[in-house]
């Protein structure tokens, strides 16, 4: 079964993916390398740039009767849609999708931008400022869109897997029907994986932004927000 963990930029995806992979791995299931162009190279993880309805196809596969996870960011085609659903319907296909307050977010894209220009880094120096930073993550929003209505998907929330590791880890192994000790995942997770981790705090926004900075991306992601269960900035009533 191909398992493919999927998420905008730094809402959690590479966590979520290394809890995936170390329950396959506890599981049963080593997660051995695949070659390009299977997967993108370039990358120390599976993890393919651009999802193709092909290269799909030959993943399954090749992999036969093993679970195999595989990160990516893209958007999917309709093309690649329709194979993953027949692979889905015979039991060879599922998805984790991430989710994170996208307030965080864009705080988290900031400190990227940050980092990279300091180092000379080409990969998220654009991100400059909150409102650029807002409008990419509110078209990231939209193209992950294509991911809700697939069968066999798993919604994971960043503030699960790193506040609650244990509880995602129960949903992914419950998820791909796999037994395993939650103690050793947690362990290659915290201590070994590489996660992309940066300030690991829940609700940033909430003590990194003013007010007058949240309203406006509480506005932008209402709906998102509403759908998902983060609550919404209330502006302080003004006085009598």
């Known amino acids: ?46 993890f393919q740039q651009v999802l193709d309805a092909g290269l799909l196809r030959q993943v399954a596969e090749r992999i036969g009767g093993r679970t195999l996870v595989i990160k990516t960011h893209d958007s999917p ?6 194979a993953y659903r027949d692979l889905a319907e015979r039991g060879q296909a599922k998805a984790l999708v991430s989710h994170r307050d996208p307030r965080d977010i864009c705080l988290a894209l900031l400190d990227a931008g940050r980092r990279a220009r300091r180092r000379g880094e080409e990969a998220f120096s654009e991100f400059a400022t909150l409102d650029g930073a807002a409008a990419r993550v509110g078209g990231y929003l939209a193209e992950m869109e294509r991911w809700s209505d697939l ?13 609650r590791m244990d509880e995602a880890i129960t949903a992914v192994a419950e998820h791909l029907g796999l037994r395993c000790p939650h103690w050793p995942v947690r362990f290659y997770v915290e201590r070994i994986a590489f996660t992309h981790r940066n300030k690991a705090l829940p609700e940033r926004h909430r003590t990194e932004l003013t007010a007058e900075q949240r309203a406006p991306l509480d506005a932008a992601f209402a709906g998102y927000l509403d759908a998902m269960g983060y609550a919404r900035h209330v502006p302080d009533a003004p006085p009598c």
Request: proline share 11%; aromatic share 10%.
């Open 77 to 82: 085609g309709l093309e690649w849609i329709a």
């Open 151 to 163: 069968p066999g998907l798993l919604h994971l929330r960043y503030e699960t897997c790193a506040f």
């Open 1 to 46: 079964m191909i398992v493919f963990s999927c998420g905008i930029p730094k809402s959690g995806s590479t966590l979520a993916f290394q809890i995936a992979r170390a329950v396959a791995v506890l599981g049963g299931h080593p997660q051995w390398r695949l070659p390009p162009p299977l997967v993108s190279p370039g990358h120390r993880v599976n």
